[in-house]
């Protein structure tokens, strides 16, 4: 009879900072491989403590305690299956990333990251000092290598491993989502299997912390890139896979192997999920948002209603004279669609009262953007006392078009705790209502149906802060803007490769400085879900105070 292995995959969600709900995770787990008959259990990168801790893991007191939490945990999952699990340790005076493989009550053995990331949303080496690699471990009749997370990702340890008698390559992870980031991780785990001739498990964590999601999707590959099981993603989920040993070493037995969703569906799941990870892990219950009866507020709101469920969200109408009827309607409909509650409060009698407050120092000069931005004002001043009031978080509803060129205001529309939407281009916001309008998922706490009318969707955008006002007296087309702005920002791209790419070089030179000058805004603005590659926070920094401007 062939010898066997079992390994269970538990890809789940921790919460930053929670030694304790951690553990009591990392103990169902193990409990969970213990009764299914397994050898070794797996947990993602950094588990214990949550990831990304950012400057927190500098804390030495932090450190020390995830240190002894893994030793608790060691005697707490002495009898049964070994546990593997990903936090940081000291050894002398360097601090590294490691994952700690407990058996026997014991810590049998540490591996310390050895490629560590330092671009888009890393900074790995501010953090941790580089490891050296480390040789395979045995665990029963299997001989284990693991890289973590980025080591896989380059040929080195993978090759090392292999060369010191590694029979299997097992690799914890804590990689945040973006657009069509699976394929990436696929192929490069792919690239891996082929070279070094060894069956692979990639497991990932999922659920939300700050801006980025954790989206899951683990996988495990057999040589020569066979795909035997792919796991779904951002689903929380406990999975064991078989191998059994061959003449040509071990091999994964077939599983189960989930269809994954389109690119809208998981931009929209994972926006669903920062958010309600983002209030159940701070604390927050409830939500309430400006609903203006456009697009943005109105996807925004069905966001949160999918996320914590209808009785969760507050809508709140703030008119004004330039409100339309038919953005009060409209809003009334998202909110009676929606089973959210819609209060209105006109800022009237408040634009008045300051109005009149100005007068003696604008006596004489015309209005402009500044009186404009007195009602967007006005509207965060009344939605932020609402929030301290009633302990309701507000949430922001700038998409990534408005908050890359600055057509937002500060201390107005801008205030607020999260933004879901804010690496979401204008142009998706559109195609995400209709997807959501088609689909309904049993993640969605939210009702079904055509839930954002579509004469919401199809109306010319306006931010109704004079009259007849659109957007598109202050901006190019958003067809055209998204293009431009996907090629500056996303791309990198210069105002020559805009202009060969067939858009207006004054246009685009517009849009440039726009977004240049527009850099202190976003420093001060919410969080929101990265969805991108290029997302603004962490994916992004650039100086507030620039002058350069691209000559070509």
């Known amino acids: 009879m062939p010898q066997k292995f079992r390994v269970t995959l538990a890809q789940l969600n921790p919460t930053l900072g929670d030694f304790a709900g951690n553990m009591a995770k990392a103990k169902d787990a193990w409990q969970q491989g213990r009764d ?17 801790v950012q400057d927190l893991v500098m804390k030495p007191a932090f450190v020390i305690e995830a240190m002894q939490a893994i030793e608790k945990l060691a005697a707490d999952c002495a009898d049964g299956p070994a546990l593997g699990i990903g936090a940081p340790c000291v050894e002398g005076t360097q601090r590294y990333n490691a994952y700690h493989v407990l058996q026997g009550g014991q810590v049998l053995t540490r591996i310390l990251k050895h490629n560590l990331p330092n671009f888009n949303v890393f900074d790995e080496l501010r953090h941790y000092s580089v490891g050296d690699i480390n040789g395979p471990y045995v665990i029963g009749p299997m ?9 896989a990702w380059h ?38 299997v082929i070279e070094t001739g060894l069956p692979l498990v990639y497991l990932n964590m999922v659920g939300g912390q700050d801006d980025q999601v954790f989206d899951g999707g683990s996988f495990v590959l057999n040589p020569g890139g066979e795909l035997a099981v792919k796991l779904p993603v951002f689903d929380e989920i406990i999975a064991h896979v078989d191998f059994e040993h061959t003449d040509q070493g071990w091999r994964a037995l077939t599983g189960d192997k989930t269809t994954h969703p389109d690119s809208f569906e998981q931009d929209y799941r994972a ?12 604390g927050f219950k409830k939500v309430l948002l400006g609903l203006s009866g456009g697009i943005d507020s109105a996807i925004v709101a069905t966001i949160a209603a999918d996320a914590l469920g209808p009785d969760n969200v507050r809508c709140v109408m703030l008119p004004s004279e330039y409100t339309s009827q038919a953005s009060l309607d409209d809003a009334a409909e998202v909110a009676q669609n929606l ?12 634009r008045a009262a300051v109005t009149d407050a100005l007068a003696p120092l604008f006596n004489g000069m015309a209005a402009d953007l500044t009186e404009e931005n007195i009602q967007s ?3 965060g001043l009344l939605l932020m006392a609402q929030s301290n009031k009633f302990g309701e978080m507000l949430l922001t509803t700038g998409n990534k078009s408005e908050v890359a060129v600055g057509y937002a205001t500060i201390y107005g529309d801008m205030a607020g705790g999260y933004n879901p939407i804010k690496d979401l281009y204008k142009t998706r916001v559109f195609d995400i209502c209709r997807w959501r309008n088609a689909n309904h998922r049993d993640w969605m706490m939210g009702p079904s149906g055509t839930v954002i009318p579509p004469r919401v969707i199809d109306k010319p955008p306006s931010a109704e802060l004079r009259e007849d006002q659109k957007d598109e007296d202050s901006l190019p087309p958003y067809d055209v803007l998204d293009g431009i702005l996907d090629m500056l920002i996303d791309q990198e791209a210069s105002i020559a490769d805009c202009v060969a790419a067939g858009y207006d070089a004054q246009t685009v030179k517009k849009i440039e400085h726009l977004i240049y000058i527009s850099e202190y805004k976003r420093f001060q603005s919410a969080p929101g879900t990265r969805l991108s590659g290029r997302a603004f926070w962490l994916d992004r920094r650039y100086p507030i105070v620039n002058r350069w401007r691209d000559g070509s």
Request: aromatic letters at 8%; charged letters at 25%.
């Open 36 to 52: 299914a008959g397994a050898d070794y259990v797996m947990l993602p990168e950094m588990f214990l403590t949550g990831y990304q």
């Open 339 to 350: 089973g959210t509650h819609l209060d209105s409060v006109s800022i009237a009698g408040p």
């Open 155 to 192: 040929e080195d340890v993978p090759e090392a491993l292999a060369e010191t008698g590694a029979q299997v390559l097992m690799v914890p992870n804590g990689s945040p989502y973006f657009r069509d980031k699976f394929d990436i991780r696929l192929n490069k785990m792919v690239s891996r």
């Open 377 to 379: 004002r006005l509207r």
């Open 271 to 282: 926006m669903v999920q920062s958010l309600r990870d983002y209030m159940g892990k701070t």
């Open 143 to 151: 001989r284990i290598g693991t890289p973590i997370c980025e080591d």
